[in-house]
């Protein structure tokens, strides 16, 4: 939301899903996860945590989107996690939406915060967490998976760009992508407080995972999904990381962003019952 008016829309979008969430069965709860910015930042994560019926303890899957995608849109992945006895937590992706963290190269420091508090909870079982990320989420996931590998059960990179997507030839060949509504440069550009094409030429290769040292690092178990086609994100940044690190699991789709089709989702969630909800303490 990069006007006014995009803002108006985000927080009547905000206020609406709210008012419509007492409908929600199971129900919805509204958390605000403590959390310890640095100076003008936030200090609590807000995040949406539903638990499925009838499961005592369950394991808990984070999710995100991307650039333009805040959680109250998660609503729709919800339900399939809950019907597999996973309770879901839907929070923003760093830089967006009411993350506590606008603009930042360590924006993974949210996943920190939101895994404590899950170890801290009676609820939902602390050491059986999911993550995944659409879109530019996937990028922010895939970190996490490696900075917190021993704390992430699952991960799932959704689309979501490492190395590649960040360097000079690839912005200019995407920023028009046909798959995208408008000047994606200029939304990547936002989410990190940033305005112009040019600043974001400057900054972007700041953030290739490859170049920061971490993808020959241990890292959680991963699941890569994107389609062959994507123009927003390259899918040669899913075969790097398919290159680097450990044994992954990968479902390359037919297909542009995201590799949308009706298998995709149901691919996802599959894998990450496997890897939630086979170990239970």
């Not at 995040?47 to 019926?53: I, N, Q, S």
């Not at 849109?73 to 597999?84: I, K």
């Given at each position: 939301?990069?006007?006014?008016?995009?803002?108006?829309?985000?927080?009547?979008?905000?206020?609406?899903?709210?008012?419509?969430?007492?409908?929600?069965?199971?129900?919805?709860?509204?958390?605000?996860?403590?959390?310890?910015?640095?100076?003008?930042?936030?200090?609590?994560?807000?995040?949406?945590?539903?638990?499925?019926?009838?499961v005592?303890?369950?394991?808990v899957?984070?999710?995100?989107?991307?650039?333009?995608?805040?959680?109250?849109?998660?609503?729709?992945?919800?339900?399939?996690?809950?019907?597999?006895?996973i309770?879901?937590?839907?929070?923003?992706?760093?830089?967006t939406?009411?993350?506590?963290?606008?603009?930042?190269?360590?924006?993974?420091?949210v996943?920190?915060?939101?895994?404590?508090?899950?170890?801290?909870?009676?609820?939902?079982?602390?050491?059986?967490?999911?993550?995944?990320?659409?879109?530019?989420?996937?990028?922010?996931?895939?970190?996490?998976?490696?900075?917190?590998?021993?704390?992430?059960?699952?991960?799932?990179?959704?689309?979501?760009?490492?190395?590649y997507?960040?360097?000079?030839?690839?912005?200019?060949?995407?920023?028009?992508?046909g798959?995208?509504?408008?000047?994606?440069?200029?939304?990547?550009?936002?989410?990190?407080?940033?305005?112009?094409?040019?600043?974001?030429?400057?900054?972007?290769?700041?953030?290739?995972?490859?170049?920061?040292?971490?993808?020959?690092?241990?890292?959680?178990?991963?699941?890569?999904?994107?389609?062959?086609?994507?123009?927003?994100?390259?899918?040669?940044?899913?075969?790097?990381?398919?290159?680097?690190?450990?044994?992954?699991?990968?479902?390359?789709f037919?297909?542009?962003?995201?590799?949308?089709t009706?298998?995709?989702?149901?691919?996802?969630?599959?894998?990450?019952?496997?890897?939630?909800?086979?170990?239970?303490?």
């Amino acid at each position: 939301p990069n006007t006014p008016a995009k803002q108006i829309a985000a927080e009547r979008g905000i206020q609406n899903y709210l008012a419509a969430s007492p409908y929600f069965k199971p129900a919805h709860q509204t958390v605000e996860i403590p959390f310890d910015g640095k100076p003008g930042e936030g200090t609590s994560v807000r995040a949406y945590l539903r638990l499925p019926p009838g499961v005592e303890r369950p394991p808990v899957l984070v999710q995100h989107g991307g650039i333009d995608s805040f959680k109250e849109e998660r609503h729709r992945y919800v339900a399939p996690l809950l019907d597999r006895g996973i309770a879901s937590l839907s929070i923003d992706m760093p830089g967006t939406g009411e993350s506590p963290v606008k603009g930042a190269l360590d924006g993974e420091r949210v996943y920190q915060a939101v895994l404590d508090w899950i170890e801290q909870r009676g609820d939902i079982v602390g050491n059986r967490v999911g993550l995944i990320g659409g879109s530019f989420g996937g990028y922010w996931v895939s970190k996490a998976a490696h900075v917190f590998h021993d704390r992430f059960a699952g991960v799932v990179n959704w689309g979501g760009g490492i190395h590649y997507g960040f360097q000079n030839d690839w912005i200019k060949a995407s920023r028009f992508a046909g798959s995208y509504l408008t000047d994606l440069i200029e939304t990547r550009a936002h989410a990190f407080g940033l305005t112009s094409y040019d600043e974001w030429v400057e900054f972007a290769p700041k953030l290739s995972l490859l170049d920061q040292g971490l993808l020959d690092g241990p890292h959680a178990p991963m699941l890569l999904i994107n389609g062959k086609d994507d123009a927003q994100t390259p899918i040669a940044d899913l075969y790097l990381l398919l290159e680097h690190g450990g044994a992954k699991t990968a479902r390359v789709f037919p297909g542009g962003h995201m590799g949308q089709t009706p298998q995709t989702y149901p691919t996802i969630v599959d894998w990450m019952a496997q890897h939630l909800l086979t170990t239970r303490d």
